[in-house]
């Protein structure tokens, strides 16, 4: 027997008279998840907080939901050219990852330049976050069961059941999990993002076009597999063709910023007090005013009780201590 993934049952959870629908969960998970991380590596870059990262991203996210939203309605404009009132439905799916970054990304580094962030530093450390919520956000598409791939017999096919199956399909029939394709790719992209940032450093803004490149690669060929309606030109989806320019876009600016590098900022950090080193020669010169100068020669006169002050003239010391 074919083993496969089974259709989600339920794609909502009902607490009291609430009703938690699981598409919306997905992405607030990976909302958290996108935070958590981009407010980490501000703070290991001593450049902002959690605190930063949270109030950037209340703005960014409302930003990035319209606009995927905005993307989703003008790439399908037939579906709601009709149905006006389905717009803000984004509870049932459509939002458009390319318009959530077109938008959501420039109203994040707006903010962060109002917090005093670098542009180019808060773009590089929100680069491995982003993909995380996306490799999060993607299980969305699985309790919605939408958005599957071409027919096939692989051990992890997806079953996809009755209610939601695309026009011309048969009961039964098995599908590529390109949620999942998409969720591995964005979760890898998110850990090798880091490890080049670890083990290489580049300069600012750098990471976030690499990011761009590297998910551009990755939808290129997911949305390849995609059998839902689109439009198409010369053989290809439209967001293939978004997928596509953006990667050679991102590409060539990667060349063209390896070239001229933007500086890392430099960060005054205060001196911890145990790290402050005392005056340099502050223990070397100490003198000793309690013993007197063993070196003065002996005389044949005898101890009086008044020394006789000329044998210690301030003339004859500079002699005897060089």
């Not at 290991?44 to 939203?69: N, Y």
């Not at 309790?143 to 096939?152: A, K, S, V």
Request: glycine share 10%.
């Amino acid at each position: 027997m074919i083993a496969s993934i089974p259709s989600p049952s339920f794609n909502s959870i009902d607490i009291g008279p609430f009703s938690l629908n699981l598409y919306g969960l997905m992405i607030a998970l990976g909302v958290v998840a996108a935070v958590w991380l981009f407010g980490r590596r501000l703070e290991e870059r001593h450049v902002g907080t959690r605190d930063d990262a949270s109030a950037i991203a209340i703005w960014a996210v409302l930003a990035g939901v319209i606009g995927a939203r905005l993307y989703h309605v003008v790439t399908d404009y037939d579906r709601f050219r009709n149905n006006w009132g389905e717009i803000p439905a984004i509870w049932n799916g459509g939002l458009g990852i390319p318009g959530g970054l077109l938008l959501g990304v420039p109203v994040g580094l707006y903010f962060a330049r109002k917090r005093g962030i670098p542009i180019a530093v808060a773009a590089t450390c929100a680069a491995p976050a982003i993909p995380l919520a996306q490799a999060i956000g993607r299980w969305g598409n699985y309790f919605n069961q939408e958005l599957y791939g071409r027919p096939t017999d692989l051990p992890w096919a997806l079953e996809i059941d009755e209610a939601h199956l695309q026009a011309g399909y048969a009961v039964g029939t098995t599908f590529h999990p390109t949620f999942l394709y998409e969720s591995l790719w964005s979760l890898g992209l998110c850990l090798l993002l880091i490890w080049i940032d670890r083990r290489f450093r580049p300069a600012p803004g750098q990471l976030f076009v690499m990011y761009v490149m590297g998910y551009g690669i990755g939808r290129f060929w997911v949305e390849g597999l995609r059998i839902d309606p689109a439009d198409e030109f010369a053989g290809l989806r439209l967001n293939q063709w978004v997928a596509l320019v953006a990667v050679v876009l991102s590409a060539a600016l990667l060349a063209w910023m390896r070239r001229h590098p933007i500086a890392e900022p430099q960060i005054d950090e205060p001196i911890s007090s145990d790290t402050e080193a005392a005056p340099a020669g502050l223990d070397e010169v100490e003198p000793d005013t309690d013993e007197p100068d063993t070196d003065e020669p002996d005389t044949d006169e005898p101890d009086t009780d008044e020394p006789d002050t000329d044998e210690l003239a301030p003339e004859t010391e500079p002699d005897e201590l060089r």
